[in-house]
């Protein structure tokens, strides 16, 4: 008995030591690249339903067209690059918490995409894309399996806090067959349309919201303070709108003869162009009989318009690597 009494305090040394060794705070500069997951579709663009859309002129009368194909576009904005700084307090070896903040660009996304063709000739190409930037908060518990080798196990789960970003869409068009001006209340006289080339360019601002993240992953010591490590991290958040900004618009309306497509005038096109209802959206849960939505009796294109709001899904599947740095 008496013998494993030296032992038994070497053993107590030993493990305060470790105990000493884990406790402490560090920060972890990181980078990784996310794939996207849970895709949804995605919302109405302008009023008109995200789709993949492909037609064809069957005729001179209005309506006078066939549908090629249509698909539904899906997906979600949690594609792209993503970097940070991570600080961290270890309160054990099994326990610690951190905080990051990190900034993620996405890949673009195809929201819309509609295309007519007379005769073989593709007389309307509209595409809309969207990207998403965000820079947000990342608390997270960190549970740790204890280990005196150089490669420690850990686990996290945590929430995601978005406290800046935004969602901006790019669409351009190319309509040669007057529809689109038609439209847009764009007049023209007896025997002639408006051709459209276009880009413009809106911004979305979000609500504020709370996502869900959780990872695994490894440290592996390469030195008394410094370690590398890889994680595999899921996170999601679903965003709503909270109002949208158009801040580009330009291109050229050519008025030409119906008969011959012969040009009769041109006129180039800028924000000016648009009314205030077009430039500034503010987006609601709920719509009602006193609010300026487009279409309604009361509307009134000097003012901002009011419509429902929609929601983007930002999910995805990501690999982080970078150093873990005691301090």
């Known amino acids: 008995m008496k013998k494993s009494i030296p032992i038994i305090i070497l053993l107590s040394i030993m493990a305060a030591y470790s105990f000493a060794q884990e406790k402490g705070f560090y920060i972890k500069p990181t980078g990784g690249y996310f794939i996207k997951v849970t895709p949804v579709e995605f919302p109405a663009i302008n009023g008109a339903p995200a789709r993949d859309k492909t037609t064809t002129i069957t005729g001179t009368g209005a309506g006078a067209t066939s549908t090629v194909s249509e698909t539904a576009l899906t997906g979600s904005f949690g594609q792209g690059f993503r970097a940070g700084l991570v600080g961290g307090y270890q309160f054990n070896s099994v326990l610690g918490l951190e905080l990051g903040v990190n900034y993620f660009n996405s890949a673009e996304q195809d929201m819309m995409k509609q295309n007519v063709f007379n005769n073989g000739v593709n ?12 820079l947000d908060l990342a608390p997270a518990l960190v549970f740790r399996i204890p280990s005196t080798g150089k490669f420690q196990p850990y686990t996290k789960v945590g929430v995601i806090i978005p406290v800046a970003g935004y969602l901006q869409i790019n669409t351009s068009l190319n309509d040669q067959t007057g529809q689109v001006a038609a439209s847009q209340g764009i007049a023209s006289a007896p025997g002639t349309r408006t051709n459209l080339v276009l880009n413009r360019e809106e911004k979305i601002n979000p609500n504020a919201t709370i996502g869900f993240q959780s990872a695994l992953g490894f440290d592996y010591r390469i030195s008394n303070r410094v370690s590398v490590f890889s994680e595999l991290e899921y996170r999601n958040v679903s965003v709503g709108g909270k109002d949208k900004e158009l801040e580009k618009y330009d291109g050229t309306a050519t008025v030409v003869l119906n008969a011959t497509n012969a040009p009769v005038g041109s006129r ?12 500034e959206v503010n987006y609601h849960k709920t719509i009602n009989s006193g609010m300026n939505v487009k279409g309604s009796a009361n509307y009134d294109p000097t003012k901002p318009s009011d419509e429902l709001r929609s929601y983007i899904n930002i999910g995805g599947l990501g690999l982080n690597v970078g150093l873990k740095i005691k301090i």
């Open 123 to 134: 007389v309307l190409n509209l595409h809309t894309v969207g990207k998403v930037r965000a």
């Open 268 to 279: 180039a096109l800028t924000l000016n162009d648009q009314p205030k209802g077009d430039r």
